[in-house]
């Protein structure tokens, strides 16, 4: 994870994921890519700068949104 802000003011919609992390995590290829860190505490003290990270695939009905969560906690 390259950088991030915990966001405490939910889009409409997304009441109940607030608090939720904002994140720029930069691929093993090198591109960075804004996603969500999932999985862990949205607490400064959990989300780590450069924590080993793993893609996990969130369902919105017909479209599966990447985010990441800590390597090895993914479920």
Not at 2 to 12: D, Q
Not at 19 to 42: C, K
Request: charged content about 20%; hydrophobic content about 40%.
């Amino acid at each position: 994870m390259h950088s991030y802000l915990i966001n405490t003011r939910p889009a409409p919609g997304f009441e109940e994921e607030s608090p939720y992390s904002i994140a720029i995590v930069e691929l093993e290829e090198g591109p960075r890519m804004m996603t969500n860190i999932v999985g862990v505490p949205q607490t400064p003290e959990h989300l780590v700068l450069d924590m080993p990270l793993e893609v996990v695939f969130d369902k919105h009905g017909d479209v599966a949104v990447p985010k990441f969560a800590p390597a090895g906690e993914a479920a």
